[in-house]
């Protein structure tokens, strides 16, 4: 099946530093990917869309400076969490959509920030 | 917007027993409804999926039904075995507009042996 990968799986940052997660598809083009933080016992609350080649699509509430997207090639999605605060701790999961296929997504393996 | 609501919010079953969760979608457009299965720290992991077409679909122990008109469907595993506990999550999709997946906030699903 179709593979999603994730990097880094777990981060540790200073307050104030900048942290870059990729997410890639590794056996397919994902024109879409999707990105969700998700805190303890809840559920994934999307963040952003993003699609190969064009600016992200940003969900209400979410900070486009603060969280850049970047869908620079069709297997390739990079989320950058800049100027991290405590409270940007969490969990991040990216999910690909493959070309032709409107309903399945796959999930990577999620990446756990902690900003001290 | 759409909206998905899931209950219970947790669930307790003997070992052995079946356990149904249930999910109620409020875009009469949503055609796709995917079950998620993500265990602590994990991926969520797609088990079972039902298009609008399809009132009931079954994978060995895991089965899903679905009621267009009354805007629900359900997950119901069967002969229940400590590796299905994790947290369950339903989604919907309008795959005609838009790909999103609105999510249910989770159904903790605990087996207890």
């Known amino acids: 099946g179709a593979v999603v990968s994730q990097h880094p799986s777990w981060v540790i940052c200073k307050s104030g530093t900048s942290v870059k997660i990729e997410c890639r598809s590794l056996?397919?083009?994902?024109?879409?990917m999707f990105w969700y933080r998700q805190f303890p016992k809840q559920s994934l609350m999307l963040m952003a869309t993003s699609n190969e080649g064009s600016k992200a699509t940003y969900e209400q509430g979410v900070e486009k400076d603060k969280f850049l997207i970047n869908h620079a090639s069709l297997t390739l999605s990079t989320l950058t969490v800049t100027s991290a605060h405590p409270e940007d701790s969490s969990f991040y999961i990216c999910?690909?959509?493959?070309?032709?296929?409107?309903?399945?997504?796959?999930f990577g393996p999620g990446t756990r920030l902690t900003v001290l | 917007g759409e909206n998905v609501e899931q209950h219970p919010s947790t669930l307790s079953v003997q070992e052995g027993d079946s356990a149904v969760i249930k999910c109620t979608y409020s875009d009469s457009a949503s055609n796709y409804f995917p079950w998620y299965k993500q265990e602590l720290g994990k991926r969520p992991q797609l088990i079972i999926d039902i298009r609008s077409n399809v009132g009931e679909k079954k994978d060995q122990r895991i089965a899903v039904t679905l009621n267009k008109t009354a805007k629900h469907f359900s997950l119901h595993i069967t002969e229940t075995q400590p590796e299905d506990s994790a947290v369950y999550f339903c989604?919907?999709?309008?795959?005609?507009?838009?790909?999103?997946?609105?999510w249910g906030a989770g159904t903790k699903l605990i087996i207890k042996p």
């Open positions: 056996d397919f083009q994902a024109t879409t």
């Open positions: 989604a919907a999709i309008n795959m005609d507009s838009n790909y999103q997946l609105i």
């Open positions: 999910s690909a959509r493959g070309v032709g296929r409107a309903d399945t997504q796959y």
